[in-house]
T-cell receptor, first 114, second 112 residues
């Protein structure tokens, strides 16, 4: 079975641009979460979506938004990119109701903002 | 909000040596998870600890949660090059979402 997939693998943008990152959860998983991992730090929670509804949001500015589609895939959008947005963006999927740690992580999208 | 502090931040050991990584929480842990990450890649789940005093082992890796459920340790016996990577502890954020709070990670290098 396929695991969590993310696209693209790498992305280079310039300040002020907009970016869209994509995530496909494991088949049967209806919950998708997004994390940002800056180099040298642990991942930080951005969003969780379940059944197209936002269930949780971390301490990120409104430039960050996300949505979930009927097939449970998800997009993370970041507007007006800043240099500090350079990071590895991780997507995780799970069944709702399980402990937070029982999430399966994708390989991530490496975003570089120049 | 809950914070996790890992120590050490980086560790270089000779192949075959034992090592320990610690994770301390600012609040009582309801669920503590250990992950391994190869540089720039996704997280690989290692172990979950929920009960005070709990200890779990898998191959040469042992994780423990103290009785007060505020500190966990990850111990690797007879380290191998395959153990190299970044080890992260994560805790259940318990804010109505499946939110994980992570420590800053420990970078482990194994010298042959």
């Amino acid at each position: 079975d396929a695991g969590v997939t993310q696209s693209p693998t790498h992305l280079i943008k310039t300040r002020g641009q907009h970016v869209t990152l994509r995530c496909s959860p494991i088949s049967g998983h209806k919950s998708v979460s997004w994390y940002q991992q800056v180099l040298g730090q642990g991942p930080q929670f951005i969003f969780q979506y379940y059944e197209k509804e936002e269930r949780g949001r971390g301490n990120f500015p409104d430039r960050f938004s996300a949505r979930q589609f009927p097939n449970y895939s998800s997009e993370l959008n970041v507007n007006a990119l800043l240099l500090g947005d350079s990071a590895l963006y991780l997507c995780a999927s799970s069944f709702l109701g399980l402990p937070a740690g029982e999430q399966f992580f994708g390989p991530g999208t490496r975003l570089t903002v120049l | 909000s809950q914070e996790l502090e890992q120590s050490p931040q980086s560790l270089i050991v000779q192949e075959g040596k034992n090592l320990t990584i610690n994770c301390t929480s600012s609040k009582t842990l309801y669920g503590l998870y250990w992950y391994k990450q190869k540089y720039g890649e996704g997280l690989i789940f290692l172990m979950m600890l929920q009960k005070g005093g709990e200890e779990k082992s898998h191959e040469k890796i042992t994780a423990k949660l103290d009785e007060k459920k505020q500190q966990s340790s990850l111990h690797i016996t007879a380290s191998q090059p395959s153990h190299a990577g970044i080890y992260l502890c994560g805790a259940d954020g318990r804010q109505g979402a499946q939110k994980l709070v992570f420590g800053q990670g420990t970078r482990l290098t194994i010298n042959p």
